[in-house]
Nanobody
Framework: QVQLVESGGGLVQAGGSLRLSCAAS????????VGWFRQAPGKERQFVAS????????YYADSVKGRFTISRDNAKNTVYLQMNSLKPEDTAVYYC????????????????WGQGTQVTVSS
């Protein structure tokens, strides 16, 4: 069993930056694909970014490429999402998810979810 806890959300002005953290307990991330997803009010949960457990390959949604960076620290059992040049349309609840031994790029692939952290970008 894996417990995921996100942190780092908040209110920021457009153009600003935030760094989200996803800390795992109960099992290490070292054999898991980990991803970030987001859900805005009235919309479906959508893929943002993910990182492969095997070779640290990274994947991004087109809407965040060049602005967001996903990284992992296996020693701290934590995955990060650095978000730069934030836009109002990035406003959403951001969720961390993990999948055993695979890349995760769709919400349906997740084995575990965190509780989410709110990111609000003001214009």
């Amino acid at each position: 069993q894996v417990q995921l806890v996100e942190s780092g959300g908040g209110l920021v002005q457009a153009g600003g930056s935030l760094r989200l953290s996803c800390a795992a307990s109960g099992r290490t991330f070292s054999n898991s694909g980990v991803g970030w997803f987001r859900q805005a009010p009235g919309k479906e949960r959508q893929f943002v970014a993910s990182i492969s457990w095997s070779d640290d390959s990274t994947y991004y949604a087109d809407s965040v490429k060049g602005r967001f960076t996903i990284s992992r620290d296996n020693a701290k059992n934590t995955v990060y999402l650095q978000m730069n040049s934030l836009k109002p349309e990035d406003t959403a609840v951001y969720y961390c998810a993990a999948r055993h031994t695979s890349v995760i790029v769709d919400p349906g692939m997740a084995d575990y979810w965190g509780q989410g952290t709110q990111v609000t970008v003001s214009s």
